[in-house]
Nanobody, 124 residues
Framework: VQLQASGGGLVQAGGSLRLSCVAS????????VAWWRQAPGKEREFVAV????????YYADSVKGRFTISRDNAKNVVYLQMISLNAEDTAVYYC??????????????????WGQGTQVTVSS
């Protein structure tokens, strides 16, 4: 399965963006799909996940209430809608697919397919 993330860009603080994660060579609904981000000089950080069976969603505390992860099975895509962006959201955003169990959804090891990343820059 190949994943391709897109939708990043430059946005002012308070603005919104929607990221897309498109899959080829596989069906995304068979996988849990997460968004991760990595800012310069920092470790990769879990952002959100939508699980493979129930489509239950989980979020990092830092984005809860501002970001929404969703999937469109017909289009084989997972979205990350981001609102009220601030400078701390600036990072490269990656989508990742796997079959994590609840205890592993926030670990990189639970995901075996990774997209190439899309840059999100929030200007203050």
């Amino acid at each position: 399965v190949q994943l391709q993330a897109s939708g990043g860009g430059l946005v002012q603080a308070g603005g919104s963006l929607r990221l897309s994660c498109v899959a080829s060579g596989g069906t995304l609904r068979d996988y849990g799909v997460a968004w991760w981000r990595q800012a310069p000089g920092k470790e990769r950080e879990f952002v959100a996940v939508i699980r493979q069976s129930s489509s239950t969603t989980y979020y990092a505390d830092s984005v809860k209430g501002r970001f929404t992860i969703s999937r469109d099975n017909a289009k084989n895509v997972v979205y990350l809608q981001m609102i009220s962006l601030n400078a701390e959201d600036t990072a490269v955003y990656y989508c990742a697919g796997g079959r994590p169990i609840l205890s592993t959804i926030r670990t990189t090891e639970a995901y075996y397919y990774w997209g190439q990343g899309t840059q999100v820059t929030v200007s203050s």
